[in-house]
């Protein structure tokens, strides 16, 4: 049972990845905390931090201290934008 | 109809704008704005990043925005994704109306909301080297005009 995390933007360089499979049920703070065992201090500071916005499955969420990932779930991790 | 696309790979603005103007013989104004990857500064090529869930969605949102906002004939909007060298396109968008005033208001306002809300992640290659590039202020100060 998985879900995957996708990096979007600089977050890619600082995961090293643009995405991984982890395993579920996951809650947040557990979340961060495998991300604080495998990755840099860096990645989970600027992923937990109110610049990087999140979008579970295609949908932007408002409170991402709130999510649970489930079975094939997607979860993206949005820095700031830079477009046009 | 609102004509609204995000490319992997290179477009022709001048025939896309041909195309447009082509459609809409109805509408007495058509602007449009091109922007490409500036030549100079060291700079090698350009890459924005998209998120296929979001960015066309996102993409579409706005344009629905637009005419909701604006009387017009018809927009465009033409959004490159993918690594892109010095002087190739990386957005067009053309909004068509019965008058003027209202075909430059659009599409100043897609350009502005393109460029600070839509879900695109830029970097820049310089001397060999790929950095990624943070948003300006002033695309905010952009975006609060409206």
């Known amino acids: 049972m998985s879900a995957k995390l996708v990096f979007l933007g600089r977050l890619e360089e600082l995961a090293g990845t643009d995405g991984i499979s982890v395993d579920v049920p996951l809650g947040w703070a557990a979340l961060l905390a495998h991300l604080e065992e495998h990755y840099t201090p860096d990645l989970v500071e600027t992923v937990a931090g109110v610049r990087v916005k999140v979008a579970l499955n295609g949908a932007l969420i408002a409170e991402k201290g709130g999510v649970v990932l489930a079975e094939g779930d997607e979860l993206a991790f949005l820095p700031p934008v830079s477009g046009g | ?146």
């Open chain 2, 1 to 146: 109809m609102s004509d609204v696309r995000l490319l992997t790979s290179g477009f022709d603005p001048a025939a896309e704008l041909s195309a447009f103007t082509a459609a809409h013989p109805q509408a007495g104004g058509i602007v449009s704005f091109l922007g490409q990857v500036r030549e100079g500064a060291g700079c090698e090529a350009l890459e924005l990043r998209h998120y296929d869930p979001l960015t066309l969605p996102a993409m579409q949102d706005l344009a629905t925005r637009v005419r909701g906002r604006w009387a017009l004939d018809g927009l465009l909007v033409i959004h490159r994704s993918g690594v892109m060298l010095p002087a190739e396109p990386i957005v067009l968008v053309a909004a068509a109306a019965r008058h003027r005033r209202d075909a430059f208001a659009a599409a100043d306002f897609a350009m502005d909301h393109l460029k600070s809300e839509s879900w695109f992640w830029k970097r820049e290659k310089t001397g060999g080297q790929w950095r990624w590039i943070e948003p300006r202020e002033q695309d905010f100060e952009d975006i609060a005009r409206w």
